[in-house]
């Protein structure tokens, strides 16, 4: 297994929002060679997910996934939760959104970008 993070998209839901109102929840599967992934620091930024529609990144935190300072190849699945999403042009009754999203370890080293399903935004 690579020390560089590998991961991928595993489903987002629900598939369709109404804006301003319902939250997404993706799932994402990744692996880690050195089990360098996530970080205890409140002020880390290391899960990166971008909006197709106006490339609008928000950022997460992952807590550390495997004890600080091991070096054991981890796997598993991540959940990140993007909170109401809005219509770009509200002259739209809808609008489809994709997104990409990736991970960085704290050795610095960018995961894969995968991109999500198609999500419907609705009024």
Known sequence: MSPVPEIEFVSATPTTVQAFQDSIQFRISYKDGDGDLGD?????QNVFLTDSRNNISYTYRLQELAP????????????????RL????ESNNQET???????????????????????????
């Open 40 to 44: 205890n620091n409140d002020s880390v």
């Open 68 to 83: 600080s300072g091991s070096k054991i190849p981890i796997q598993g699945f991540v959940n990140i939760k993007l909170k």
């Open 86 to 89: 809005g219509l770009l042009d």
């Open 97 to 123: 959104a994709t997104f990409a999203i990736y991970l960085k370890d704290r050795a610095g080293n960018s995961s894969n970008t995968v991109i999500t399903s198609s999500i419907l935004i609705t009024k």
